[in-house]
């Protein structure tokens, strides 16, 4: 049985992902897959439109597969990794720049490469289940798959508390945070889909779209510019640390379990993407220079080891909070020469 499903129905080009044991963990060959299928429905006069989605209730699409990165990155070798993040990065930039309408169908969890998949859509589609979370932080790497973007383009500082946090978005969230666009119930997404798939109109989106939920990081969103305004992570730590708040207590216990080095080049990555011009390109190459090295500095084979094989949720960091090198933070951010990512336009 195939991990993902191509066609073309009516006027609809369609791709499922069909791996729910796995929660639709997205796989290499999948990437390479969704990549090379968009020229040709780009070029297809048939073709209306692309409708991205996945079987089963849990899952969209929880992140990507990382058994083989992990199984070759402890023998010391990174090129698995590697060839994985530029083709999926690849992937990446040509949904966000696909010049026909892209419909993503988000229930349950979206995560990490669920986000590089599903949210560079043009029209995201949410509902009660959907959970959106951009979690590499807590494994040791940073917010990727272009994702570093969207972060940087959410209101005020809610970037920095979501990635920094690895906090999950519900319906509402993602819509407020610009990671969606769309609030349906779950239970009318198949009569929208078919309704798509025959007039290969996105009109029938709007149609149908309901009032989206509350969103409890909107409502925070005053707290959040204040704590996540700082302009290093241990002044961001240092205003959690000085806050009485309930919120501020359960930012400061996410931020303690996660890597470090990470969170100190993720913030320094969003920030970099909110000068103006900046394209999902300019992301997804900033973002290639730490998750192209972040196999030999350790990280993230310790936190795939806590969270993914062991599961004993206790990884052993290469850095502390309070003692973080600036000059770490910058070996893991500077170009990478003629290994730079490069992909076809700048999207």
């Known amino acids: 049985m195939s991990d993902a499903h191509f066609r073309i129905e009516g006027r609809a080009a369609r791709i499922t992902i069909d791996r729910p044991k796995a929660l639709n963990a997205i796989t290499h060959e999948i990437c390479q897959r969704v990549h090379a299928a968009l020229p040709g429905w780009a070029d297809d006069p048939t073709v209306d439109l692309v409708l991205i989605d996945a079987v ?23 090129t698995p990794a590697r060839a994985f993040w530029r083709d999926e990065y690849a992937m990446n930039a040509a949904l966000a720049r696909f010049a026909k309408p892209v419909v993503a169908f988000l229930q349950g969890y979206t995560m990490g490469g669920g986000v590089g998949l599903g949210c560079h859509a043009s029209h995201r589609v949410v509902g009660d289940s959907s959970r959106i979370a951009m979690p590499e932080c807590s494994i040791g790497l940073v917010p990727d798959v272009g994702g570093s973007l969207l972060l940087a383009n959410a209101p005020g500082h809610l970037g920095e508390y979501l990635a920094l946090t690895s906090a999950r978005m519900g319906p509402g ?14 239970g009318a997404w198949d009569a929208l889909k078919a309704n798509l798939v ?22 925070a969103a005053p707290e959040i510019d204040t704590l996540f305004a700082g302009p290093s992570l241990g002044a961001i730590i240092d205003s959690l640390s000085k806050s009485d708040t309930e919120f501020a207590r359960d930012a400061q216990n996410r931020l303690s379990r996660n890597a470090p080095l990470a969170m100190a080049v993720a913030l320094a990555i969003i920030r970099a993407n909110r000068a103006p011009g900046t394209t999902v390109a300019d992301a997804l190459t900033r973002e ?33 909070l309070e003692a973080l090198p600036e000059a770490d933070v910058a070996a893991m951010t500077a170009p990478l020469g003629d290994e730079d990512l490069q992909l076809e336009t700048n999207a």
């Open 198 to 219: 025959e007039t290969g109109n996105v009109a029938a989106i709007d149609r149908g779209r309901r009032l989206a939920p509350a969103s409890p990081m909107a409502e």
């Open 288 to 320: 290639f220079r730490y998750t192209a090295r972040s196999v030999a500095q350790g990280d993230f084979l310790e936190g795939i080891r806590a969270t993914i094989i062991d599961k004993d949720r206790s990884p052993r960091w290469a850095h502390r």
């Open 56 to 78: 089963g209730d849990k899952a969209f699409c929880a992140g990507g597969d990382l058994q083989v990165m992990y199984e070759f990155g402890l023998r010391g070798d990174d």
């Open 173 to 186: 969230d993602a819509i407020h945070a610009g990671f969606a666009d769309h609030y349906l119930p779950e």
